[in-house]
């Protein structure tokens, strides 16, 4: 079963568009992490939101973490090509001080349009 | 400053043969986790180490799987007698603290 599910799963829009991806979950978690994973690599980490309601702004892109850090966002403004990847979310369950496993979900696939 | 490492990149097996991958943390990280992926997934967790303990492990890891990190620095990850199921890329990540986790590019093992 899949602690979180991300939507939607593919994305294709043509350059300047906007877009959200959704990140929900029954469970709560400590702090959400994104990542971007290129085909053939490893997930790069984005950002990590731990308190719930956070926003977080890296250039374009906005990172919520919802009020109940059940659930999180990624917004996008005016996609370029190379935003092109897949979005992962990651949920962590702390224990005690340090970061337990990650629960992932299985991603968005973003393809930008020139 | 170098990120986690990973090698091989790539692995190419017979089926029935006996595989071993490394990771190299970053160093100073004192948490270690190995992650598998399949096409069209997000990756599933395997095994974390804190030091040289293997803290927890998962369902998904057969008597076939094995991983250590025996100075609490590197870890291996061994795979016996490979599966074509076994197929997937296999990843390892650090974290020095509570909140974040860096990942290797992976090694893709193939089993033909």
């Known amino acids: 079963t899949q602690l979180l599910e991300q939507s939607p799963q593919f994305l294709s829009i043509q350059e300047g568009e906007n877009l959200t991806v959704y990140c929900n979950s029954s469970s709560v978690f400590s702090s959400l992490q994104w990542y971007r994973q290129e085909p053939g690599e490893g997930p790069v980490l984005l950002v990590t939101?731990?308190?719930?309601?956070e926003v977080k702004k890296l250039k374009r892109l906005t990172f919520q973490f919802g009020d109940a850090r059940k659930d999180s966002s990624l917004h996008i403004t005016a996609a370029q090509p190379g935003d092109t990847g897949l979005y992962l979310c990651?949920?962590?369950?702390?224990?005690?001080?340090?970061?337990?496993?990650?629960?992932f979900g299985r991603g968005t696939q973003l393809t930008v349009w020139p | 400053d170098t990120g986690v490492s990973q090698n091989p990149r790539h692995k190419i097996t017979k089926r029935g043969q006996n595989v071993t991958f490394r990771c190299d943390p970053i160093s100073e990280h004192n948490r270690l986790y190995w992650y598998r992926q399949t096409l069209g997934q997000g990756p599933e967790f395997l095994t974390y180490?804190?030091?040289?303990?293997?803290?927890?492990k998962s369902r998904l890891l057969s008597d076939r799987f094995s991983a250590e990190r025996p100075k609490g620095s590197f870890s291996t990850l061994e795979i016996q007698r490979t599966e074509q199921g076994d197929s997937a890329m296999y990843l390892c990540?650090?974290?020095?603290?509570?909140?974040?986790?860096?990942f290797g590019q992976g090694t893709r093992l193939t089993v033909v």
């Open positions: 180490f804190q030091n040289e303990a293997q803290l927890e």
């Open positions: 990540a650090s974290s020095p603290r509570n909140t974040e986790a860096f």
């Open positions: 939101v731990v308190t719930g309601g």
């Open positions: 990651a949920g962590a369950r702390r224990r005690g001080s340090t970061l337990g496993r990650l629960y």
